[in-house]
């Protein structure tokens, strides 16, 4: 049988109010604590939005308390239990409001504020490397988006879509070809960020629809260079992991960390972005259903048992 799990449901006061889920092991003592930051979109502090399911963030704050961690996870800002307007929401007041959770989490009585680890998926990934240099912490997990900046995660994006699209047979791929190029979508990407950076309000309009220019013009000042000196400066241990059928970021990115001391990485085969070990094409067109599909699945074994093994050093 696995460990008896208590979850307590709370409220944190930050810069706004801000809704948040404790997992923690059901006996008296202190542990060490994990803090998990979230990717993009209005998924909840689970993992879940309207029709679309996966309990990722559910399923990782379970196992890190499997593993002995109190685990905290959160509504981001302007979304179901957290107050705020996730429309001008900014990559600043998301650092805000993880720090809050930090804190706050930091001052549980059973929780040992020397041994928070921070863990940041997708988006969470960089927000966890942002916040490093502002909050004491004393470790980083980083899944799915390691040492990458948003603008090169985009291009990224695009660069797997054209591939996509130039092996595609018949009709279909001839369509896609001629409707848009890995050029085409590039110059849109540089011109949404130049549109947003030089923005002097906080939402625009862009090739028809409203876009959180806050947002995307802070994500705008930190390249991917910027958070490799970052997890550099960070001086104690990191774990970034991102699997080889992961469509969201490059997981050959993860070899910058072989420069930093106390870094490690692990690029697992075929596990995707919701660290699932995929069972069909990978294509860019039907991976949300992909990840309903294998969100049933539990998270790749080889990767939580690396997971495992690198946060045994904070169990001391």
């Known amino acids: 049988m696995g460990m008896a799990i208590k979850e307590?449901?709370?409220?944190?006061?930050?810069?706004v109010t801000i809704g948040a889920t404790i997992s923690c092991p059901d006996a008296d003592k202190k542990y060490p604590a994990i803090v998990l930051i979230m990717g993009t979109g209005k998924t909840d502090r689970d993992g879940n939005e309207k029709n679309f399911k996966t309990d990722l963030y559910k399923n990782l704050?379970?196992?890190?308390?499997?593993?002995?961690?109190?685990?905290?996870?959160?509504?981001?800002?302007?979304?179901?239990?957290?107050?705020?307007n996730y429309n001008t929401a900014g990559l600043s007041d998301l650092i805000d409001d993880?720090?809050?959770v930090i804190r706050y989490t930091k001052s549980l009585p059973y929780v040992d504020e020397t041994k928070l680890i921070v863990c940041g998926h997708s988006e969470g990934a960089m927000i966890a490397t942002l916040l490093s240099a502002k909050e004491d912490t004393a470790g980083l997990l980083l899944?799915?988006?390691?040492?990458?900046?948003?603008?090169?995660?985009?291009?990224?994006?695009?660069?797997?879509?054209?591939?996509?699209?130039?092996k595609k047979k018949g009709l279909l791929g001839k369509l896609l070809r001629s409707q848009t190029s890995q050029k085409k979508t590039d110059a849109k990407v540089d011109a949404m960020f130049q549109k947003c950076v030089s923005a002097k309000k906080e939402r625009v309009?862009?090739?028809?629809?409203?876009?959180?220019?806050?947002?995307?013009?802070?994500h705008a000042s930190y390249g991917s260079d910027d958070y490799v000196a970052l997890l550099k400066q960070y001086g104690k241990p990191i774990l970034a992991i991102t699997g080889t059928a992961d469509i969201s970021v490059d997981y050959r990115r993860l070899s910058v960390l072989n420069e930093i001391p106390n870094a490690e990485s692990f690029t697992p085969q075929n596990v995707n972005h919701i660290?699932?070990?995929?069972?069909?094409?990978?294509?860019?067109?039907?991976?949300?259903?992909?990840?309903?599909?294998l969100a049933t699945q539990p998270v790749h074994s080889a990767t939580e048992r690396c997971i495992k093994d690198w946060l045994q050093q904070f169990m001391a």
């Open 8 to 15: 307590i449901k709370i409220s944190i006061k930050g810069n």
């Open 61 to 84: 704050a379970n196992m890190f308390t499997e593993f002995g961690f109190v685990s905290v996870r959160y509504d981001k800002r302007g979304t179901y239990q957290t107050e705020g």
């Open 98 to 100: 993880a720090i809050s």
């Open 143 to 166: 899944l799915g988006g390691a040492a990458t900046g948003m603008k090169d995660t985009l291009l990224y994006q695009n660069y797997l879509a054209a591939e996509e699209f130039a």
């Open 205 to 218: 309009f862009f090739g028809g629809a409203v876009l959180n220019a806050k947002w995307i013009k802070e």
């Open 275 to 293: 660290l699932r070990e995929i069972d069909d094409d990978n294509s860019i067109m039907t991976v949300k259903k992909q990840y309903g599909r």
